[in-house]
């Protein structure tokens, strides 16, 4: 699986670690266009300038976001942007359309549209290629494979689609949209590679074939005052519970010191945001980019210290 760590907050810190160390980043369109040329793209193409290689980067239209505060994002503005930098950013979330209302009217009003967007915005990109077109959880059937279908005539341009409305969804919905689209997906298009949008659970990528996820779970977790370790999430700052690292025995203390140390973590120092934050990307990094995790607990999230 590919993982995409939505925009990691912190500062420069975790940012400058995720560029140096290749890791594979999300931002968002509407949220990032502001910051988003400094920070990361006129980096990322100084690096390959250097010869130095680069994570994958996805760019999200954050159209849902957009909709949330009651804007809606230009798709010429967002086209222009995709034709200006297109060269240092490997995917671009299509523009999609947020229904409004669980109706099957508005839904499948919206499902077309989206589909109409990804149309357009091909026609009109130079980077025809990294463009993603997005099917959501509850959308008419037909537009699914209406898309694979275009997508398997022109495979040199529809190379990777996603599944969005999965964040906030319970199991069994997830489930339900799973079992539904990748029979789909196989029976038309079965070669094109699937983005799960808000979602890195292992279970739906070891049961389902889907090839890349994103998450913001790490930064909650890090403003939380939580640090993801083999041996589940623990607990620094000044809200105590029986997961905080001062309530742990001495021996235990040396088991987490351990992995601490070999990410090269200072446990004193995560009672700062931006260090919680560093050791939760380092966490995923392992896992998810080194697989070393697996030395640990066999890739599981959480092992008992004792």
Known sequence: MEYYMVKPAGGDLCMDYCINNNLNLLFSYYLDKGTIVNKILNKRRERIKEGLSNGKLFLDSGAF??????????????????????????????????????????????????????????????????????????????????????????????????????????KATKEAFMKRVFPIIKQYYPEVKVHLFGTTTDYYFKNYPADAGDSSNYIQTSVNGGVDTPYGIIRFGNKADKHHYGVYNKESKEVLDKYFKSIDINPEDLDKDDVRMLANIKYIENKYFKNTLKSYNNGKREKALF
């Not at 947020?98 to 990804?118: D, F, H, M, Q, R």
């Open 65 to 170: 976001t957009a909709w949330t505060k009651g804007v809606t994002v230009n798709v010429d503005d967002y086209v222009k942007f995709i034709n200006e930098y297109g060269d240092c950013i490997d995917y671009f979330g299509q523009l999609d359309v947020i229904p409004i209302g669980n109706k099957t009217e508005v839904v499948e009003k919206s499902a077309k549209e989206t589909l109409e967007n990804y149309y357009d915005m091909i026609s009109r990109i130079n980077y025809k290629d990294k463009l993603v077109y997005t099917f959501h959880v509850g959308e008419p059937i037909e537009y699914l494979i209406e898309a694979l279908k275009w997508g398997s005539e022109h495979k040199d341009i529809m190379k990777r689609i996603a599944l969005g409305g999965l964040v906030k969804k319970n």
